[in-house]
C-alpha cells in the first residue's frame, strides 16, 4: 500500500507537523528550562495512544513517557467519553515522567466522525507549588501541587476551576497559565494540521499509515540489536547518594533482537527526591541504547519495542507512592552511564568513558537590594568522556542537553557578582585520549538578606568520579563550596550578604592508556594549560 | 550628456559574476567569469576588461561599484583567517570555549563541536570589571593591558580582539585598552566588541568579535588590493560592498567591521528577488533559489527581505542548527536545504526513498553528465521526465548522457520495487516536500503562513520545481524575473546603502520616559546617519527604521517589534508589541511587565531610482518553438527570449531560457510581463 515516495512524503508531513508544534511552543514558552534546554516534547499518536512522531529536538527525559501518559488518559477517560476540542491534563508522576513540574496535555483529534489519534505535549511548568527545586523532599506531598488525570478543556471550555487552583497554588501564576496555553496552542496546530493531510491525501484514519511507520522502525531497531553478540553484560556504579553512596546495578541481556535492562540489585527508594519513575527509568535507558545501537532510527512506538526496562517495585529505579522525585536527574542521569558501561564490554569502540553527569544546577531564593523577591535556577555542566577516537569535549551537557545562562544576563536580573567562569585545569581524566574538563564558577552574593540556596550535584566523592575506559584515567570530582568551605550539596544552605558559592563540576573520564598519548596532542595541552 | 554606468561585481564559489547598468536607460549587459579562489581580484580584473570591452565602454565611464563576496565565508569555513588573540576580563577567558554547553544533536555520541578561533594560550585576561549598569567595579588596571598585548604580539597574534564583560553598557575600558595598545602596536589589527556587537550576552558578542578579529586583516589586504587594481583599470568610482543585512557600506566602514560582510552574496539574491518581485506587484513572497547542491529560501514582506539579527557560521554540519559559530549581527534571513540538482537519490535503512542533502556536486556530477557518477540525481529525474533536453543544457555548453540517467535510475527502482518513470516522478515529490516543508517550519518559527505569498523563483533549479512547490505550499503565483542567473548581482545595483545600529538596555519598558527613549534612539540614528553620509554626502535623504527587542517578563526570547511612528511613547509601544505578539503566537499572556533588552535601528537611503529595461519585444505573439515529451505527453515548447510583451501561454508548456527551464503545469497561465517576469498564475 505504501511504496517508498509515498511512505516518505506522507512521514516527512508527520514529523514537519510535529516541529511546526514545537516551533511554536518554544518561541511563546515562558519557562526557563523549556526555553534553553528543549525541555519539552510534542508528539502525535494512533488512536490507542501509541506514538507515531516526536518533535525532533526534545529530551531524552521524554522518550516514550507521553505516549504512556495517553494510555493512561484512555483508561480514566474511554473513546466513547471523548469529544472534540477536549484537552486531558495530568502531572501525575506514575503516570507522566516522573516529576511534578512537568504537565502533560493531550488532545484526541477526530476525523471523519471517529477518533484518529492525539496530539501530545509535555512541559517543564515555571513553577507547580512546594518546595523549591531540592533532594530535600521525603515525600510527594511537599513537593507541590498534583493534577490527577481530567480535562483541562472540555469540548473547547476550560476548567475554570482548575485554572483558579493552578494559579494559588504556584509562586508565577501567569507564566505557569501562560505556558500552559503554549501547550495548548501547540496541540491544536497539530490537530488541524494532521486534519488537513488526511483530507488531503483521502486517509480515513491514520492506522494504516502508523502502522507502516511503527513495523519500519522497529524492524531497524531489530536489526540493529541482532547485530549485538548475544549475552548478559553487567556493570554498575555508586552515586554520592545521601549519607552514603547508592548503588546502581544493570543486567543488559541481548537475546536474538530484542534487549532487556533490568536494574535488580539497584537501592531501594529513600525517604528524599532522587527517586526514580519506571517511565523515566525507560526513558534515559532507552536514550543510550539508541545512541549506541541505532541512533538514525526515528522516535516512535515500533523504535523501542524490542526493548524492555524492569527494575522492581520499591526501588529507586521504579519507586512507589508517595516516594518523592524531584531530583530524579541526581539518579535518572546515571543510567546512561550503566548502558555505556555495560556495552563497552562487547562494543568498545561504539561508547565514551564516563561523563561529568549528570547535570549540575544551583536553586536560589532571596530578594534583591531593592526589596523584590526572586528565585531561579542556573544551571551548568561537567565535562564529556573520551573515546577511542577523540578528546572528551570540555564541558558539554549529557546525556540532558542544557545550557548555561550569561554571565551577564545573570548580573542583571539576580544579586549575584560571578567572579569567575573557567575550566578547570587538569579535571578531565588522562588517556590516549584526555576525558573533558569541567568548570569552576564563583558566585559571590550582591545581596542585603541571606539567600537560600540548593544544589543538584554529584560526583562530588572519589568513589563516584567519572570512571576512564580501556586504561583512562577517571576525571577528577566535582565540588561545591559555600563561603570557601566544601558543604554537603544534598542539604539547602544560607549564603548571608557578601558570602560566596563556588560550584566545580566533574571532569569526563579518559579513553586509552595516558603513555600512548600522542607527544603533539600532550605539547599542546601544556601550551593551552588545561591538562 | 556622456553616459554613466554603474557596475556590480558578484564573486560567487565557481563565477564571478559582473552587470554593468546604465541608469539613465535602464539597460544592463551580464558577463559571467570564473572565480579565482586564491586571489579574488584576478578574476574580477579580468571580467571587467572582458565585459567593457565587448560593450565598447570606457572604464571612465563607471561612476559607482558595488561588490559582494563569499571569500571571508570562506575563510571561516577553512579556518584560513589570521593568528588571533583575545583579551578579555580576569577569570572569564574561557567563555568563548565553554559557549552554549549544548549538543545540536542529542543521540550522537561522537559529536564534533566547531573549536574556538582563538585556543586557550592566545586567550588573556585584563584586571577590569564593569558591572551590569556600565558601572566601573575594578577600574582598568593598564599595565595588565599591556602585559598581554606584549605577550600576546611576541607569540605571532596579528589580529586582536577586546571583549570586556558588561562592554555593552560601558565601552570606557574596552576603548582604553585599545588606545594603549594601538601605540605601543600599531600594525596590530583590533576588533572592540563594544563596537562589533554592543548586545548582552558575553559568548555571543565575544564569537562575533572574534570572529571579525579572525577576518579583518584578510579583509583589509583584500579589499584595499581589489580597490588599487580597480583604480588602475582607468575606473574613478568609489568602491561599496554589501552588508549581510541588504544594504550599502563603503570600504572604510567594511574594512573596520568586516565581519557584517559575511553573507552578502545570499543577501544581494534576496535583495534582488524582492525589488524584481516588486515590479509585479507583489510585496510579500517567498524568494526560493535552487542550484546545483543546496535551495535557498527566504521570506519578503512588505517589499524587504526579512532580517535576522543573529546566524551562524562555519557550521560543523551544514543543515543542522546550533552547530556553528553564534555571529550576532543583521542579516538578510535564509534557510538553507541540502536540495539542489545535484543531490542523490537513495534509499534509507527504513525502506523510503531519500533525497540529499548527500551531492554528487560538480565531480563527478548527475549520472547523465557522464563523468562517473552512477546515482540518480534531481537532475537525472529532471532528464528523464522531459523537463531538461539532452541537447542544450547549460545554454548548450553541455550534452546529457541519457543512458547513463537510465542505468541509475533503473538500480534504485529495482532495490524500490518501482517502475523508472514512477521513481523519476518520486524523487521529484520527494524533494519538492522536503523545501515545502523546511518553508513550512521556518514560516511557522515567526507564526506565518504560506497562504498569500507569491514564490519568486532563481536558480537553474527554481523554475523547474517552484512550480510544484508553489502548488504544495497552497501558493497561487510563481513569478520567474529576468535574467535569473545573474539575479545577485542585479541585487547589489538596487541596493539601498544601510546601517544599523544596536544597544542594550536590559530594563522594564515601563522603568522609561518617552523623552529618554526617544534620545537612546535618535542617539544610534546619528551615528547611523554620520556612516551613511560617509557613503553618500552628507545630504542623501534618509530613511530610518526603528525597532526594540521586547519581551514579557520571565521569557527569554524576545520579538524584534517595529517602533510606532512618531517620537517615543511608552504605552503606544507596549499596544505594538502586543499586536506583533498576537500575530505570531495568536494570543499574549497574562503577564503585565514587558522588558526591553534591545534597541535597533536601520538608516538607509536608496542608491538610484532602480529602473531596469529588460528589453522584451512587442508584436505579435510567438509561436512554440517546437515540442518536447513530459509524462503528461507532448507539450509546446517556447523559448523566453522570443516571448512578446504581454504574451500569454496556457498550460501545460515548457519555457526554455538557456540557463533555465520553467515548467507551466497543466491548467496554468503565463504571461510575460513588460518588466520582465514570466508570471504564473497557478490553477486553484
Known amino acids: ?262 536494574y535488580a540489585g539497584s537501592h531501594a527508594q529513600v525517604p528524599r527526591a532522587i527517586n526514580v519513575c519506571l517511565a523515566y527509568t525507560f526513558a534515559y535507558t532507552a536514550f543510550a541504547v539508541k545512541a549506541v545501537l541505532c541512533p538514525a532510527v526515528p522516535n516512535n512506538e515500533g523504535a523501542f519495542a524490542p526493548l524492555t526496562v524492569t527494575a522492581p517495585l520499591g526501588s529507586i529505579l521504579n519507586s512507589s507512592h508517595p516516594a518523592a522525585g524531584g531530583a530524579r536527574a541526581l539518579t535518572g542521569h546515571f543510567l546512561p552511564a550503566l548502558v555505556l558501561s555495560a556495552l563497552a564490554d562487547v562494543l568498545p569502540d561504539q561508547v565514551v568513558a564516563g561523563v561529568g553527569s549528570p547535570l549540575w544546577c544551583m536553586g536560589f531564593s532571596g530578594f534583591r537590594r531593592d526589596g523584590s523577591p526572586i528565585a531561579n535556577a542556573l544551571f551548568i555542566n561537567g565535562g564529556y568522556g573520551a573515546s577511542a577516537g577523540r578528546d572528551g569535549t570540555n564541558v558539554l551537557s549529557w546525556p540532558s542537553n542544557v545550557s548555561a545562562a550569561s554571565v551577564e544576563t545573570i548580573e542583571q536580573s539576580a544579586p549575584w557578582h560571578v567572579r569567575y567562569r573557567r575550566l578547570r585545569e587538569g579535571a578531565g581524566g588522562a588517556g590516549t585520549h584526555r576525558g573533558g574538563t569541567g568548570q569552576e564558577t564563583l558566585y559571590e552574593s550582591r545581596s542585603d538578606q541571606p539567600i537560600a540556596v540548593t544544589f543538584l550535584a554529584e560526583r562530588t566523592q572519589p568513589g563516584s568520579a567519572a570512571p576512564g575506559l580501556e586504561g583512562g584515567m577517571p576525571g577528577a570530582p566535582g565540588a561545591v563550596l559555600v563561603n570557601g568551605l566544601h558543604v554537603d550539596p544534598k542539604r539547602q544552605h544560607v549564603v548571608p550578604p557578601g558570602g560566596t558559592v563556588e560550584m566545580r563540576t566533574p571532569g569526563g573520564g579518559g579513553h586509552g592508556l595516558p603513555e600512548r598519548r600522542d607527544p603533539a596532542l600532550t605539547a599542546a595541552d601544556q601550551m593551552d594549560g588545561i591538562a | 550628456m556622456t553616459a554613466h554606468y554603474a557596475l556590480a561585481i558578484d564573486i560567487g564559489g565557481t563565477f564571478t559574476d559582473l552587470v554593468l547598468h546604465d541608469p539613465a536607460t535602464g539597460r544592463f549587459a551580464a558577463h559571467k567569469e570564473l572565480t579565482t579562489p586564491q586571489a579574488p581580484e584576478l578574476g574580477v580584473l ?106 600576546l604580539v611576541a607569540m605571532g597574534i596579528a589580529s586582536l580582539a577586546i571583549g570586556f564583560l558588561h562592554a555593552y553598557a560601558n565601552a570606557a575600558h574596552e576603548q582604553r585598552a585599545a588606545a594603549l595598545i594601538g601605540i605601543r602596536h600599531p600594525d596590530l589589527h583590533l576588533s572592540l566588541s563594544s563596537e562589533v556587537s554592543p548586545q548582552i550576552r558575553e559568548y555571543d558578542r565575544l564569537s562575533t568579535t572574534v570572529a571579525n578579529a579572525y577576518v579583518k586583516p584578510l579583509a583589509v589586504t583584500y579589499l584595499d588590493r581589489l580597490a588599487r587594481d580597480i583604480a588602475a583599470l582607468g575606473i574613478a568610482a568609489p568602491l561599496f560592498l554589501m552588508l549581510s543585512n541588504g544594504g550599502l557600506t563603503h570600504v572604510d566602514e567594511a574594512k573596520r567591521v568586516p565581519v557584517r560582510l559575511l553573507e552578502s552574496g545570499p543577501a544581494a539574491g534576496a535583495l534582488a528577488a524582492a525589488v524584481l518581485g516588486g515590479r509585479s506587484g507583489a510585496r510579500d513572497m517567498l524568494a526560493f533559489d535552487m542550484g546545483g547542491t543546496t535551495a535557498k529560501l527566504a521570506v519578503v514582506r512588505d ?38 540538482g545535484g543531490s542523490i537519490a537513495s534509499l534509507d535503512p527504513l525502506g523510503l526513498l531519500k533525497v540529499g542533502p548527500r551531492s554528487a556536486g560538480s565531480a563527478p556530477g548527475p549520472a547523465c553528465y557522464g563523468r562517473g557518477g552512477s546515482e540518480p540525481t534531481v537532475t537525472d529525474a529532471n532528464l528523464a521526465m522531459g523537463h531538461l533536453e539532452a541537447e542544450g543544457f547549460a545554454g548548450g555548453t553541455m ?71 508553489a502548488r504544495r505550499l497552497g501558493l497561487r503565483r510563481v513569478i520567474c524575473p529576468p535574467a535569473a542567473g545573474v539575479a545577485s548581482a542585479l541585487g547589489l545595483l538596487l541596493a539601498p546603502a544601510r546601517v544599523d545600529e544596536v544597544a542594550t538596555l536590559a530594563c522594564r519598558l515601563e522603568s522609561l520616559t518617552g523623552e529618554a527613549l526617544e534620545a537612546r534612539f535618535r542617539a544610534l540614528e546619528a551615528e547611523a546617519r554620520r556612516v551613511i553620509g560617509e557613503t553618500l554626502g552628507p545630504d542623501a535623504p534618509v530613511r530610518a527604521e526603528r525597532a526594540a527587542d521586547l519581551r514579557f517578563l520571565g521569557q527569554g526570547h524576545e520579538l524584534v517589534t517595529a517602533m510606532p511612528p512618531g517620537a517615543c511613547d511608552i504605552a503606544a509601544i507596549r499596544a505594538a508589541f502586543e499586536a506583533a505578539y498576537r500575530a505570531v503566537f495568536a494570543g499574549v499572556p497574562p503577564v503585565a511587565a514587558v522588558e526591553v533588552m534591545n534597541i535597533r535601528v536601520a538608516v538607509s537611503a536608496a542608491t538610484g531610482d532602480g529602473r531596469l529595461d529588460p528589453m522584451i519585444p512587442s508584436g505579435a505573439p510567438t509561436m512554440p518553438h517546437g515540442t518536447r515529451r513530459l509524462s503528461i505527453g507532448e507539450v509546446p515548447l517556447y523559448r523566453r527570449a522570443a516571448l512578446v510583451e504581454g504574451q500569454i501561454i496556457t498550460g501545460p508548456a515548457v519555457v526554455e531560457d538557456g540557463m533555465s527551464t520553467l515548467l507551466v503545469p497543466p491548467g496554468a497561465l503565463a504571461t510575460q510581463e513588460a518588466n520582465g517576469n514570466l508570471v504564473v498564475e497557478l490553477p486553484a
Open chain 2, 399 to 469: 550534452r546529457l548522457d541519457v543512458a547513463a540517467t537510465e542505468a541509475a535510475l533503473a538500480g534504485l527502482a529495482q532495490q524500490a520495487g518501482m517502475a523508472s518513470d514512477a521513481l523519476a516522478a518520486g524523487i521529484q515529490a520527494v524533494v519538492n516536500e522536503a523545501m515545502a516543508g523546511a518553508a513550512r517550519v521556518h514560516l511557522a518559527e515567526h507564526g506565518g503562513e504560506a497562504a498569500g505569498l507569491a514564490l519568486l523563483v532563481t536558480g537553474g533549479g527554481g523554475p523547474l520545481h517552484g512550480p510544484d512547490v
Open chain 1, 1 to 262: 500500500m505504501f511504496d517508498p515516495v509515498l511512505l516518505e512524503l506522507l512521514w516527512a508531513r508527520l514529523v514537519s507537523i510535529v516541529d511546526e508544534a514545537a516551533a511554536t511552543l518554544l518561541r511563546s514558552s515562558f519557562s526557563t528550562v523549556v526555553r534553553e534546554s528543549h525541555d519539552f516534547g510534542c508528539v502525535l499518536t494512533d488512536a490507542q495512544g501509541r506514538s507515531v512522531v516526536q518533535a525532533t529536538d526534545s529530551v531524552p527525559s521524554f522518550l516514550c513517557t507521553l505516549p504512556n501518559t495517553i494510555r493512561h488518559f484512555l483508561q480514566e477517560f474511554p473513546p466513547e467519553t471523548l469529544q472534540p476540542g477536549d484537552v486531558l491534563i495530568t502531572n501525575d508522576i506514575w503516570m507522566g515522567t516522573g516529576h511534578l513540574p512537568d504537565i502533560s496535555v493531550a488532545k484526541p483529534i477526530f476525523a471523519n466522525g471517529r477518533l484518529v489519534g492525539f496530539a501530545g505535549s509535555v512541559a517543564h511548568s515555571p513553577d507547580i507549588g512546594g518546595r523549591i527545586r531540592s533532594a530535600e523532599a521525603r515525600d510527594i506531598f511537599e513537593e507541590g501541587l498534583q493534577i490527577p488525570p481530567m480535562k483541562a478543556i472540555s469540548a473547547g471550555v476550560p476548567d475554570a476551576t482548575l485554572m483558579r487552583l493552578l494559579r494559588r497554588n504556584t509562586r508565577v501564576p501567569d507564566q505557569v497559565l501562560g505556558d500552559l496555553h503554549a501547550q495548548f496552542t501547540a496541540l491544536d496546530l497539530m490537530e488541524r494540521r494532521l486534519r488537513d493531510l488526511l483530507a488531503e491525501h483521502g486517509l480515513d484514519d491514520l492506522a494504516a499509515l502508523a502502522g507502516e511507520i511503527q513495523a519500519r522502525s522497529e524492524a531497524a531497531t531489530r536489526a540493529a540489536f541482532a547485530a549485538v553478540p548475544d549475552g548478559v553484560y553487567r556493570a554498575e556504579l555508586l552515586t554520592d547518594g545521601l549519607e552514603e553512596p547508592l548503588l546502581l546495578r544493570l543486567a543488559l541481556t541481548v537475546a536474538g533482537d530484542s534487549i532487556t535492562c533490568d
Open chain 2, 46 to 151: 579580468a571580467g571587467i576588461r572582458q565585459l567593457l570591452g565587448r560593450e565598447g565602454i570606457s572604464p571612465s565611464a563607471i561612476t559607482r561599484v558595488v561588490h559582494a563576496t563569499t571569500l571571508l565565508t570562506n575563510a571561516l569555513i577553512e579556518r584560513r583567517g589570521a593568528a588571533t588573540g583575545l583579551l578579555t576580563t580576569a577569570g572569564f577567558r574561557d567563555i568563548l570555549e565553554i559557549g552554549h554547553e549544548r549538543k545540536y544533536e542529542i543521540y550522537d555520541l561522537f559529536l564534533p563541536l566547531p573549536a574556538p578561533l582563538v585556543r586557550r594560550a592566545h586567550r588573556l585576561e585584563a584586571e577590569e570589571r564593569i558591572g551590569p549598569q556600565g558601572q566601573v567595579e575594578i577600574a582598568l588596571d593598564e599595565a595588565s593591558v599591556i602585559a598581554a598585548a606584549d605577550r
Open chain 2, 303 to 340: 517589499g524587504a527581505p526579512r532580517v535576522a539579527h543573529r546566524f551562524e557560521a562555519a557550521r560543523e554540519r551544514r543543515f543542522t542548527a546550533g552547530s556553528g559559530l553564534p555571529i550576532n549581527i543583521s542579516t538578510v534571513e535564509l534557510i538553507e536545504i541540502g536540495a539542489g
